[in-house]
């Protein structure tokens, strides 16, 4: 899969972490920054990913922020994207099965680091499943 990624300066040594398995993984990277712990807004970064994902471009994106709230709430403005902040493995698979999200967000400051690779390797191998739930998505 092709995957957009970005952070602000609260998520990317998390980001780094997700990086190196993403890589492991055998993904293809489109890494949007920001590449230091120098203060940014996160805004911007979602942006360049959900621009992205939304253009087809990528095929999902993954943002990181400090509690993955401000990339989320920033994220869902794009109206093609559904991002879905996720702190746990059930609402990793279930925003795949259920929602069909297109975009993972991750907070660093809540997530530690084994927790978000785990989330990521469920959220990436699992598919939406259609049928009512495409109906739902369909009508927002
Ligand atoms: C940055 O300090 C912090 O506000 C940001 O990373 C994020 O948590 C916003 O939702």
Not at 21 to 50: F, M
Not at 55 to 84: E, F, P, V, Y
Request: aromatic share 4%; net charge negative.
């Amino acid at each position: 899969m092709k995957i957009a990624i970005g952070c602000d300066h609260g998520g990317i040594a998390l980001k780094n972490v997700i990086l190196s398995l993403l890589s492991e993984l055998g993904h293809e990277i489109s890494d949007q920054g920001t590449d230091s712990e120098i203060s940014v807004d996160y805004p911007r970064y979602a942006k360049s990913v959900c621009d992205l994902v939304a253009a087809n471009a990528c095929d999902c994106g993954i943002l990181i922020c400090g509690t993955g709230i401000g990339m989320s709430m920033a994220a869902n403005r794009n109206n093609k994207i559904r991002a879905a902040l996720c702190g746990d493995l059930y609402t990793a698979r279930l925003s795949r099965e259920h929602n069909n999200a297109n975009v993972l967000c991750l907070g660093a400051r809540v997530t530690g680091p084994g927790l978000a690779e785990e989330i990521v390797r469920v959220w990436l191998s699992t598919e939406f499943a259609g049928d009512r739930h495409l109906r739902r998505i369909e009508m927002f």
